[in-house]
C-alpha cells in the first residue's frame, strides 16, 4: 500500500519549562475556537538527503473531537477517513481498505492535531514558539512523529506543517482555501467500502 496518509540548571529549567507552557497557551488559544476545518493541502515528503520523493494534493475535513476526512488526489488516489474510534485507509487503485481501532498513538498524529482535544496538548507534546511557529515535541517517545511545525496564517487558520519523523523524512504541507467551523455532516467520517473492496481488519 502507498504510503499514505505517514521526538542543569534549576533555574534553567524553570526558565524552558515557563517557555513551553506559553507556547502551548498560546497554540490552545489558536486552535480552541477551531471546531471544525476543511480546505485543501499540497505534500511534499523529502527524504534525509533533501531529495524530493514524492508530491501529492488533495482535500480534507477535520471535526473535533478526533474526527478526520484525508483525500489524496494526486499522483495515487488515497483516502483516510476516522471517526475517533475507527479508522480506514482505503486504496482504490488496489480495490483495498484497511481498517482499525483509533489508539492514542494514532490520536497524536499530525492532522488529527487539529481536531483532537485541546486540553490533551500540553499533555502530549513539548511546545516552544519561534519567529511566529509553534514546534511540538511528543512526551511519548512511540509517537508516530519526531518533531512537528506548525504555522498560523493572519487570518487565524493554520498555513503549513511540517513533519519529521524518526527515519530522518520531513514532510511539508501547505494548506489554502480553508474554512474555519463549517457545517459538516457526520456521515463524511464514516466509511462504506464499494462493492468487490477487499477488507483487512488490524484489530
Same mark, same amino acid.
Given at each position: 500500500?502507498?504510503?499514505?496518509?505517514?521526538?542543569?540548571?534549576?533555574?534553567?529549567?524553570?526558565?524552558?519549562?515557563?517557555?513551553?507552557? !506559553?507556547?502551548?497557551?498560546?497554540?490552545?488559544?489558536?486552535?480552541?475556537?477551531?471546531?471544525?476545518?476543511?480546505?485543501?493541502?499540497?505534500?511534499?515528503?523529502? !527524504?534525509?538527503?533533501?531529495?524530493?520523493?514524492?508530491?501529492?494534493?488533495?482535500?480534507?475535513?477535520?471535526?473535533?473531537?478526533?474526527?478526520?476526512?484525508?483525500?489524496?488526489?494526486?499522483?495515487?488516489?488515497?483516502?483516510?477517513?476516522? =471517526?475517533?474510534?475507527?479508522?480506514?485507509?482505503? !486504496?482504490?487503485?488496489?480495490?483495498?481498505?484497511?481498517?482499525?481501532?483509533?489508539?492514542?498513538?494514532?490520536?497524536?498524529?499530525?492532522?488529527?492535531?487539529?481536531?483532537?482535544?485541546?486540553?490533551?496538548?500540553?499533555?502530549?507534546?513539548?511546545?516552544?514558539?519561534?519567529?511566529?511557529?509553534?514546534?511540538?515535541?511528543?512526551?511519548?517517545?512511540?509517537?508516530?512523529?519526531?518533531?512537528?511545525?506548525?504555522?498560523?496564517?493572519? =487570518?487565524?487558520?493554520?498555513?503549513?506543517?511540517?513533519?519529521? !519523523?524518526?527515519?530522518?523524512?520531513?514532510?511539508?504541507?501547505?494548506?489554502?482555501?480553508?474554512?474555519?467551523?463549517?457545517?459538516?455532516?457526520?456521515?463524511?467520517?464514516?466509511?462504506?467500502?464499494?462493492?468487490?473492496?477487499?477488507?483487512?481488519?488490524?484489530?
Amino acid at each position: 500500500m502507498k504510503s499514505l496518509l505517514r521526538n542543569s540548571l534549576v533555574a534553567l529549567g524553570m526558565f524552558a519549562g515557563a517557555a513551553w507552557a !506559553d507556547a502551548t497557551d498560546e497554540l490552545s488559544r489558536l486552535l480552541q475556537p477551531l471546531a471544525s476545518i476543511s480546505g485543501n493541502f499540497q505534500q511534499t515528503l523529502i !527524504d534525509e538527503r533533501g531529495e524530493v520523493l514524492q508530491k501529492s494534493s488533495g482535500n480534507f475535513s477535520v471535526q473535533r473531537p478526533g474526527k478526520l476526512r484525508w483525500q489524496t488526489g494526486e499522483p495515487y488516489p488515497q483516502l483516510l477517513v476516522t =471517526n475517533n474510534k475507527k479508522l480506514w485507509l482505503y !486504496d482504490p487503485d488496489l480495490e483495498q481498505v484497511t481498517v482499525r481501532p483509533v489508539d492514542k498513538r494514532m490520536k497524536e498524529t499530525p492532522a488529527l492535531l487539529l481536531g483532537g482535544k485541546v486540553e490533551e496538548i500540553r499533555g502530549s507534546f513539548n511546545v516552544s514558539s519561534k519567529k511566529g511557529a509553534y514546534h511540538l515535541t511528543p512526551k511519548n517517545s512511540s509517537a508516530p512523529f519526531k518533531t512537528m511545525e506548525i504555522r498560523f496564517g493572519n =487570518n487565524g487558520l493554520p498555513s503549513a506543517m511540517t513533519v519529521r !519523523d524518526g527515519m530522518g523524512q520531513t514532510t511539508k504541507i501547505k494548506f489554502s482555501g480553508l474554512k474555519a467551523n463549517p457545517q459538516l455532516s457526520s456521515s463524511i467520517f464514516n466509511f462504506k467500502p464499494p462493492k468487490g473492496t477487499d477488507v483487512i481488519r488490524d484489530e
